[in-house]
């Protein structure tokens, strides 16, 4: 598909399709980038304005948090600004799920639709996004594409999930993804023989933009730099990670394969697409969408500088306000401005925390989020941990409340199921329930963690 006709006809036609309002949403993003700092915290204070009078007018649960924190009519919140924000108390991720009916409004504009996660702690969120958060992703990464010369509808390749048999509606995403320049290589399949495949497919399709996971896409090259491959690739701009963080090694074996320079993207599924990295190598919030602090254990704001908690506040969360969530994401705030001039807010460092990869017996390697996607979907699930022993065993840990207990052997077959459809009948699969998932000793939390080698190209020819 030519750009041009992607970008003017099939992309707008689709989001209009789809009721969100992205490509209006972008427009205002190109203009507001380049406010001072305080147009765009006055401008996060009135969209704060109308996310609490969302809230207080249509979420039961916001409503009463509001009030006792004294605003007890919309004329209060009429006044509120985001200095303010310390006067309510923070959400958190098991108070968003105990309470997600109370959170919701079910006659948000264009509908809302139900989403889960398993979040960077491990622990499964179940909630509902909207239209105008659907749009705010969308534009937001159109605009950070455009840092680095990338326009909406040229050639991307997403290196990304993809479900394990195709069903109708996959087959439609699949068009889809053709008419918007888009090619989806699998994440979760990704053997020696895959991985052949996806060089040759990434060096024929010539893209301006390659997107996946961090993990992957190193994995990718790792394997290209073992083969010997060496893409030509002239109009591809820039590889954007996202995910999990970017080591140094990561982003030089990246960059060394694709010849291109590496973007790293940070963001979540229930608060959304957060920051990108710029062309002068800062990470810039998305100060028009969310507002960012950023808090020590006691919930008192750092120091510019200093690792925190990221709390975020979702200023196009409509659908189901999230109002000073906790992350569980650690970061550092910048002091500098953004260096092109930006009146963006600068994200210093993004701790995060590392996933591994699971290996099939046939030597496939699957990004950790194949089995996530298992564990999350199943109901009464608090925390989970994946532990991959060997090629043959794995545990699941896991902390469950009453609606797992009332359907336990159901939902452990249904458990033990999806995993062999996802590695193979012979894994023996154990579940072990923990009253609580600890923390590794560095503080960080995998979630999904694997002792077993990823296979090479020269360790699958020898021992064929």
Wanted: with cysteine; proline share 5%.
């Amino acid at each position: 598909m030519k750009a041009l006709v992607a970008r003017s006809l099939f992309y707008p036609l689709h989001e209009w399709a789809m009721k969100r309002p992205t490509f209006g949403y972008l427009r205002e993003l190109e203009s507001s980038q380049w406010w001072a700092r305080q147009e765009i915290e006055d401008l996060q204070s009135r969209k704060l304005q109308a996310l609490l009078d969302t809230a207080w007018h249509h979420c039961p649960w916001h409503r009463a948090r509001l009030e006792q924190a004294g605003l007890s009519n919309p004329g209060a919140i009429n006044d509120f600004s985001i200095e303010q924000l310390k006067l309510l108390p923070t959400m958190t991720k098991a108070e968003a799920n105990e309470n997600r009916e109370g959170l919701h409004w079910p006659e948000v504009p264009g509908g809302s639709q139900k989403y889960n996660t398993g979040g960077s702690s491990g622990q499964p969120l179940i909630f509902y996004f909207g239209r105008q958060r659907q749009a705010s992703d969308a534009a937001g990464r159109m605009r950070a594409r455009r840092w680095w010369g990338v326009q909406p509808g040229e050639r991307e390749v997403y290196l990304w999930g993809a479900p394990v048999e195709l069903n109708k509606t996959d087959r439609v995403k699949q068009l889809r993804d053709r008419a918007l320049n888009q090619l989806v290589l699998n994440a979760f399949e990704m053997s020696v023989a895959a991985m052949d495949e996806y060089l040759d497919a990434i060096g024929r399709y010539r893209p301006h933009c390659i997107y996946g996971y961090a993990s992957s896409l190193a994995l990718i090259a790792a394997h290209a730099e073992n083969r010997g491959v060496q893409l030509h690739l002239p109009d591809l701009k820039v590889v954007c990670t996202t995910g999990e963080p970017l080591d140094p090694q990561q982003r030089s074996l990246i960059q060394s394969c694709f010849q291109a320079p590496v973007a790293n993207e940070f963001g979540s599924r229930d608060i959304g697409f957060t920051a990108h990295e710029s062309p002068q190598g800062q990470m810039l919030l998305m100060s028009e969408s969310i507002v960012l602090e950023v808090l020590d254990p006691q919930g008192n704001p750092v120091a510019n500088g200093e690792l925190g908690e990221a709390v975020m506040t979702g200023l196009c969360s409509n659908a189901q306000p999230f109002v000073r969530y906790r992350t569980g994401d650690m970061v550092r705030l910048g002091s500098a401005p953004c260096s092109a001039g930006r009146g963006l807010h600068v994200i210093e460092e993004v701790a995060g925390r590392q996933t591994d990869f699971i290996v099939r017996r046939d030597g496939t390697i699957m990004h950790a989020l194949a089995l996530i996607y298992v564990v999350r979907a199943l109901d009464g699930v608090a925390e989970f941990r994946i532990l991959q022993h060997d090629i043959d065993r794995l545990t699941v840990e896991l902390v469950v409340n009453e609606t797992w207990n009332r359907a336990r052997h159901e939902q452990e077959q249904r458990l033990r199921s999806e995993i062999h459809r996802r590695l193979d009948e012979r894994v023996d699969v154990e579940i072990c329930y923990l009253d609580q998932i600890k923390a590794e000793a560095s503080g960080k939390y995998r979630y999904v963690v694997s002792q077993v080698a990823i296979p090479t190209a020269e360790s699958t020819t020898s021992a064929s």
